[in-house]
C-alpha cells in the first residue's frame, strides 16, 4: 500500500501542538508499517531527520499554507495532482485538512472543533474557513481519528457524523518528562523561578487557553500571601488583548516570566521543577500539558471543561476558568498541603500510563489497515 501523508507542520525547530502529535506518530508508525510505502508531502523545503526510515520518501510541493486562500490552492489543487502523480492508495492528514477535489480515500485526525464553539478566540479569516471546511472534511472522510472521547461526541453531536465512523487515538506523551531529582530542583528554581518556587503553564498564547485568568488567579494568591512566582512557557497564537492587560494590571507582574517557547531538554527542567502546572482552559481537544506533567510528577490544576477532565481523572484539581478565587485557592492548596501535593502525585503517575504514543501509533496503524481492507 502507498500511502501519502500531510506532513506540513513537521517543521524543524518549530514543532508544537499538532506538529507533535504528527512527529511522534509518524515516526512510529512508518516502523510498524515496513511492508508499505509513505511518501510525506511537506510545503516548504524539509529537514532530512523527518525522513524517519527507508520506506518513507519526502516531497516538497509549493504553495506554504499560511493563509486560508493558501489552504484552498494546496489542498484542492496541489494534493490531488500529488496524489495521483504517486498513485497513492490512501491520503492520511494528522491536522485534519483533506482534499474535496480527490477520490483517493483519506483519513484526516480532526483533534477538536474549537473553532465551532468558540469563533471570537481566532482571527476571522481563519475562524470562517474552518466552520466552512471542517464539516465537508468530515463528510469526505472514510473514516475519522481523534484524539478523546469528548472530540468524538463532539464531532458526532455537531457534524452528524456516525459514531462507528470516528476512531479515538489518545495523545501519548515525550519519554523526557520525568521527576527530578532535588538537585535538579534547585537548578530549575535557579533558572526559571530566580531561586524561589513557580506556577507554571505551557502552552499556545490564546484566550480559550485562558491566561488572563491564570494571572490574576495569581495576584490573588500572591495578595494572601502565597510567595511563589508564575512562570508563562509559550507565544502568543493570535493577538490577545486580554492577556496583555491582566499582565499590565498585575502588581506582581516583576514576579511573573515568560521565558518563551522553550526546547523539550528546558521544558523537562522548567515543568518538573515547578510546584503545579496551572491550565484551567476553556476548550481542548486533550490537553498534553496535562499529561507531561504528571509524568514529570507535577501536580495539575485544570478545569471542568470538555476533555480536561478525561485526561487528568483523579489527579487533577478542577476549577471553573471564570472562577479566578477558586483557581487561587487550589494554588495555594497545593503550595500549603505537602499530603495533597503526594496524593496528586502518586494519582498523576497511575493516569499518565493511560497514554502512550506507542498506543496511539498502533491504534493509527490499525485504522489505515482497516480502512483499505474495507474497500
Known sequence: MHIAVNTRLLQSGKLDGIGWFSHDVLS?????????????????PFDKQFIYADNVKG????????????????????????????????????DGFLSLQTDVPQIPVIHDL??????????????????HYFPLFAQKAERILTVSEYSKRDIVKTYGIPSSNIEVAYNGCNDAYRPLSQAEKVNAQEQFGEGKPYFIFVGSFSYRKNLHGIIRAFDRFRAGGGEARLV????????????????????????????????????????????ALVFPSYFEGFG??????????????????????????AAGLYAEPDDIEAIADRMNEIFSSENQRFKLIAEGKKQSQRFSWDNTANKVKMVLLDTMIER
Open 59 to 94: 516531497v516538497y510541493r509549493y504553495p506554504p499554507t499560511r493563509h486560508p486562500l493558501l489552504y484552498r490552492v494546496f489542498f484542492d489543487m496541489v494534493i490531488p495532482a500529488a496524489l495521483r502523480d504517486m498513485q497513492a492508495d490512501l491520503f492520511f492528514s494528522p
Open 232 to 275: 508563562l512557557v509559550g507565544n502568543p497564537l493570535w493577538k490577545y488583548g486580554e492577556m496583555e492587560s491582566a499582565l499590565d494590571a498585575s502588581p506582581y507582574r516583576s514576579d511573573i516570566s515568560l521565558p518563551g517557547r522553550l526546547e523539550v531538554s528546558d521544558m523537562v527542567l522548567a515543568l518538573g521543577g515547578s510546584e
Open 28 to 44: 512510529r508508525l512508518v516502523k510498524l508499517m515496513p511492508e508499505h510505502q509513505f511518501t510525506f508531502i511537506f510545503d516548504r
Open 114 to 131: 474549537n473553532f465551532e464553539h468558540r469563533p471570537q478566540d481566532l482571527p476571522k479569516k481563519y475562524s470562517t474557513y474552518y466552520r
Open 288 to 313: 498534553i500539558p496535562l499529561l507531561e506533567a504528571m509524568q514529570a510528577g507535577v501536580p495539575v490544576i485544570t478545569s471542568h471543561r470538555t476533555s480536561l477532565p478525561e485526561v487528568a481523572g
